[in-house]
């Protein structure tokens, strides 16, 4: 079956930094598109940042500049680096295969906060 397992998630000072890794299995990972979409208390998921299969990439206004998405197929691995964090960053992420048939992970908590 498909999984999709985030990790890399916890507390860090504002200004600070994070690195995110989504470690999928159960798809032909090469052939999808990829996504990190987040979820703060009170508020609706959205989407942060999506990677194609041709390493196209497109961010969030509020994280352009600060947020890089990138994939390493081989590892069949997605990951999300996060600089520059602010409080309003603290969400839990998620993963997400996209399409057709969309496949989340189980988020993992950011916190950031001094």
């Known amino acids: 079956q498909v999984q999709l397992v985030e990790s890399g998630g916890g507390l860090v000072q504002p200004g600070g930094s994070l690195r995110l890794s989504c470690a999928a299995s159960?798809?032909?990972?090469?052939?999808?598109?990829m996504a990190w979409y987040r979820q703060a208390p009170g508020k609706q998921r959205e989407r942060v940042a999506t990677?194609?299969?041709?390493?196209?990439?497109n961010y969030a206004n509020s994280v352009k500049g600060r947020f890089t998405i990138s994939r390493d197929n081989a590892k069949n691995t997605v990951y999300l680096q996060m600089n520059s964090l602010k409080r309003e960053d603290t969400a839990v992420y998620y993963c997400?295969?996209?399409?057709?048939?969309?496949?989340w992970g189980q988020g993992t908590q950011v916190t950031v906060s001094s």
């Open positions: 159960g798809i032909i990972f090469s052939s999808n598109a």
């Open positions: 990677i194609t299969s041709e390493y196209s990439t």
């Open positions: 997400k295969k996209e399409g057709i048939v969309g496949y």
